[in-house]
């Protein structure tokens, strides 16, 4: 039992009137713990929802790509042509360059230009993987027997330029020849070769084409990929030598792109 004279001190009637006065203020405050919790974290919630339409919305406007098919990388890409003439070679066999090596120099006599027949139609054509390479030559009015070597270069029309593709390098040129067509396929491995065949002086420099023109200590192009791009240049070109016409060739022909 509280003391009477407890109950009737003013100091603990203030107290209960303040005690009684707080326990009506909070009767009238709603509390819910669930609903305090969802309002510290009603903008996360609303940021991410606001996200998700986003990502949604994106989609919808961006389907992905259907169809995909790896397999179509074995299909011919880029394609590329050239029409080979003794007019296209940048001077007479006669001009050869006195210091010229004699493995360069013809064995044969020699026709000016303008009365040579021969002539030729070549394709060069990508995989679109890159992995391969098909080259397609038709030859008129050329001897197999007479031919010496064949090459792809790089350079522009009018310029000596090194050999990307040494044709020679796959084995005798009159196994490939028949009936004026001359026929096969390149591969990464063709392109190394021939980039490291040379044994001289000069054919070390003649060998493989720089992967930056004109800047060779960047080093040799090593794949088919940097061939193709090269020839998107329009900066390769066919040359066919023979032991009259050693040195410059006998045609030539710059390569182009072919439309589709």
């Known amino acids: 039992m509280l003391n009477k004279k407890l109950l009737k001190s003013p100091k603990f009637l203030i107290g209960l009137s303040v005690f009684v006065t707080l326990i009506v203020i909070g009767a009238q405050i709603p509390f819910s713990p669930a609903n305090s919790v969802e309002k510290q974290t009603e903008n996360p919630h609303h940021d991410a929802g606001h996200e998700t339409k986003n990502m949604a919305s994106q989609q919808s406007a961006n389907p992905p790509v259907e169809n995909l098919n790896p397999a179509k990388g074995a299909e011919i890409g880029s394609s590329f042509e050239a029409f080979l003439s003794p007019h296209q070679e940048p001077d007479e066999e ?5 210091l010229t ?9 020699s026709l000016a230009r303008k009365d040579r ?11 679109k993987d890159l992995s391969k390479a098909y080259v397609d030559v038709k030859l008129e009015n050329v001897d197999p027997e007479q031919v010496v070597m064949f090459h792809i270069h790089c350079g522009k029309p009018d310029m000596l330029g ?12 009159k196994q490939h020849f028949k009936h004026g067509l001359f026929s096969l396929q390149l591969s990464n491995e063709d392109i190394n070769k021939t980039a490291h065949s040379g044994h001289s002086i000069v ?7 720089p ?12 794949t088919l990929a940097g061939m193709e791009h090269i020839a998107r240049r329009s900066e390769l070109y066919f040359n066919l030598h023979t032991k009259g016409q050693t040195f410059y060739g006998d045609i030539r ?5 072919v439309k589709n």
């Not at 090194?162 to 040129?173: E, L």
């Open 101 to 109: 090596p004699k493995e360069f120099k013809s064995t044969a006599p």
């Open 211 to 222: 992967v930056v023109p004109d800047q060779p200590i960047f080093g040799k192009v090593k």
């Open 117 to 127: 027949k021969s002539r030729g139609h070549g394709s060069l054509r990508f995989s």
């Open 162 to 173: 090194p050999i990307i593709a040494d044709f020679g390098v796959q084995g005798s040129f």
């Open 253 to 257: 022909g710059q390569l182009h792109p």
């Open 203 to 209: 054919s070390a420099f003649t060998s493989g084409c």
């Open 94 to 98: 006669v001009n050869t360059p006195e």
